[in-house]
């Protein structure tokens, strides 16, 4: 028996006005996944915690089997477990995106412009990385870099329990009111401050100007975490599991659990990603003995957090024509009994440009076996219409492998 999870970061929504009051789930053609909707079991289930934020890293820790209120311990360490990082019990590991803020001489009177940097290169940002390690890093704290935007910093025997905003939940607003609070966090708040000076005039971001993108001219911490200790996958259910994402948290996430982790070459973490790639890759490794594989596509997440409403559409629909319709002709072609979950972590909506914390529609596939939830299109509506409810996400897997 095979197992697989299609996993389209963000990509439930609200109703939006662009769409004349549809999702992009709603409009977007998906007649792959539509026609498993037909005869697999659908309905909504809550995939944040009671009592946490509506994070990628809760939520795809719950997909992946693991409840949060025992496993979580923060964000970064997840990140910080792909990158390659060998914490210590005592490290306090950050989130360190290379944002860009807005050109005002005072730090705090700035504004988020962009979380992303306009998705800057992993190259471009590694070598702003290697410049800012030159100066930031000590006995105290080592900068890392790790893909695109997205880096770990390492406070060794370092504090925790400081309010740290997500950037990308402050898009297009001042950052005063959001810069680092509590215990220690004047430090982060110095180096932040300092990677602004050390970056605004780099010449990775002078020549990024000159061709009309954003310069990546800050670092911005959050996410902040400890080493944390997920009981295998194979352990814990007796599989041997794989996943494949852009993204280090996923990755991460997977590692943790002693799984593999695939890279595939073009593999972004945008709506431009090698979809194909990444089948071809879970096929194999579910060829190669493989039980379990986990199929992570940002590009949803992305969009929606970019107000980028014809993206994130091309985005589910591309996950349909190019990950689902391949994976059941190829699982299919394999000749095994399997079973195919495909759902979102969370929703991104596209008005409100970050996560929320509302169910999210979920179908579960198994071959031969049809299951009449009584409706034809994957959709939020469609979902909710079942009454079919899974209240906690860690418990799918368990519904999964049943």
């Not at 498993?36 to 890293?57: A, C, H, N, R």
């Not at 800050?218 to 993204?247: C, D, H, R």
């Not at 529609?361 to 909710?384: H, N, T």
Request: overall charge negative; aromatic content about 8%; some cysteine.
């Amino acid at each position: 028996m095979k197992y697989v999870v299609i996993l389209g970061d963000g990509m439930a929504d609200y109703p939006v006005e662009e769409l004349n009051g549809r999702t992009p789930l709603q409009v977007a053609k998906k007649p792959n996944i539509d026609a498993l909707t037909k005869k697999s079991e659908v309905g909504i289930v809550y995939t944040t915690p009671k009592g946490m934020k509506p994070g990628s890293d809760n939520t795809n820790l719950g997909i992946m089997g693991y409840d949060p209120a025992l496993y979580y311990t923060g964000r970064s360490p997840l990140e910080a477990a792909s990158i390659g990082i060998d914490l210590q019990p005592d490290d306090i590991t950050f989130r360190a995106n290379l944002v860009t803020l807005s050109g005002e001489t005072n730090y705090e009177d700035k504004t988020m412009v962009d979380y992303s940097s306009d998705e800057i290169s992993t190259s471009e940002a590694a070598e702003l990385i290697a410049s800012l390690s030159k100066v930031l890093n000590n006995e105290h704290f080592s900068l890392y870099s790790g893909i695109s935007y997205r880096h770990c910093l390492v406070w060794h025997h370092g504090q925790k329990g400081m309010d740290l905003t997500p950037p990308h939940d402050i898009t297009t607003k001042p950052i005063q009111e959001h810069l680092p609070k509590g215990d220690g966090s004047a430090i982060l708040y110095s180096m932040m401050k300092e990677s602004y000076d050390l970056l605004k005039e780099h010449p990775v971001n002078l020549k990024r100007i000159r061709r009309g993108l954003h310069p990546a001219n800050s670092l911005w911490f959050w996410g902040e975490g400890s080493k944390p200790q997920l009981t295998s996958m194979e352990e814990k259910y007796g599989k041997k599991g794989a996943v494949i994402s852009a993204v280090d948290l996923i990755k991460g996430i997977g590692i943790l659990a002693g799984m593999e982790s695939i890279d595939v070459e073009g593999a972004t973490g945008t709506y431009n990603t090698n979809y194909e790639g990444k089948t071809e890759a879970a096929l194999n490794a579910l060829k190669n003995g493989k039980d379990f594989v986990y199929i992570h596509m940002e590009g949803p997440d992305e969009c929606g957090h970019r107000h980028e409403v014809e993206n994130k559409i091309t985005a589910i629909e591309r996950i349909d024509e190019k990950v689902v319709g391949p994976m059941i002709k190829g699982l299919d072609e394999m000749g095994e009994d399997y079973a195919v979950l495909i759902l979102p972590d969370h929703a991104t909506p596209l008005s409100v440009r970050t996560h929320v914390n509302d169910p999210v529609p979920y179908l579960l596939y198994r071959k031969g076996i049809d299951f009449d939830s009584g409706v034809s299109q994957y959709d939020e509506d469609s979902a909710r219409s079942t009454g079919i409810v899974v209240t906690a996400a860690h418990t799918l897997l368990n519904k999964m492998f049943q």
